[in-house]
């Protein structure tokens, strides 16, 4: 009969505020779905605080970590080392430990393409990203390195949105170039992808857009929204009565959800489950 063990392994997420994130019961459902026995844990870590958290983790032997808001830049002084893509954007989202080492990696980016290649391949595309923020560029690096011809990077602040095009330019294979953001902003011709990378119509703010022109999304053009509560937006409403395929928050939530976990435990955990969770949760 096999030794049963009380000693399971550990991960979790350093974040302020952590009440908010809903990535803990995802992981929870995914875990008990494959027979797992890892726990997640959702940690309020305000910013003086995370070099204790990042000790304590290390000490109690947990296998890695997520950070968001406020942590993603600030955490990168405790890694022993960076991801490839991780270190293009220049922030991390997903930590690894393994022999005592810290790994930093940046899975938003790579959840978002996981989610995009379901409905379109972004190899050979023109995309445009509405934002220059923390998910904008993880969004921009990691589709520009799946193969995107160019990434033209939308955004009202010019210095941002020039920095982010710039680094697309000089650092991946694809031509990055900045476009202020005018209002009613006309979608240029010819973009395969369209990604509204900003928090514009989160809840309780449901029925904010970004402004753009809505009669400038081609049909047949993919837009996505990376906002998950609620899932279908009013700029994904909107794109859908022009004939453009959509593409929620959800999966870019989901997928780099499954890309930690294989980080973590090198175990794959059901996507479905995680979705159907979330579904529930937001009422999709």
């Known amino acids: ?18 009440a908010q994130n809903p990535t803990v019961a995802i992981m929870d459902a995914a875990f008990a779905d494959a027979g797992l026995d890892v726990r997640y844990v ?3 870590v305000p910013p003086e605080r995370l ?38 954007i220049g922030a991390v989202n997903c930590v690894v430990i393994k022999d005592g080492r810290l790994i930093g990696e940046n899975t938003d980016g790579q ?5 995009l290649r379901q409905v379109a391949d972004p190899a050979g595309q023109h995309v445009v990203v509405l934002g220059a923020g923390g998910a904008a560029r993880a969004i921009a690096v990691e589709t520009a390195l799946a193969g995107a011809l160019s990434i033209t990077v939308v955004n009202r602040t010019p210095e941002r949105g020039q920095a982010l095009a710039d680094l697309i330019d000089s650092r991946t294979p ?29 809840h309780p703010d449901e029925s904010a857009m ?28 909107a794109a859908g009565d022009r ?17 930690g976990v294989r980080l973590w435990t090198g175990e794959d955990v059901s996507g479905a489950v995680m979705r159907g969770v979330l579904e529930d949760l937001f009422g999709a």
Not at 61 to 88: R, T
Not at 180 to 200: K, Q, R, Y
């Open 111 to 115: 959840g978002f393409v996981a989610s």
């Open 42 to 44: 959702n940690c309020e």
């Open 210 to 237: 970004p402004d753009v022109d809505v009669d400038s999304m081609e049909p047949g053009m993919v837009v996505a929204d990376v906002v998950a509560n609620p899932p279908r937006t009013r700029f994904l409403a």
């Open 174 to 202: 694809a031509a990055g170039r900045y476009l202020p953001w005018p209002p009613a902003l006309h979608v240029p011709h010819g973009t395969g992808v369209l990604i509204n990378a900003t928090s514009i119509g989160f």
């Open 51 to 88: 070099a204790d958290a990042v000790r304590g983790a290390i000490g109690m032997g947990w296998v890695g970590f997520n950070c968001s808001i406020p942590h993603k830049v600030a955490i990168l002084e405790y890694l022993d080392e960076l991801a490839p893509s991780a270190e293009i």
């Open 1 to 18: 009969m096999p030794t049963k063990t009380f000693l399971s392994r550990i991960t979790g997420s350093f974040a302020t505020s952590a």
């Open 243 to 259: 004939g453009c395929t959509t593409l929620d928050g959800l999966g870019m939530l989901v997928n780099q959800a499954l890309v």
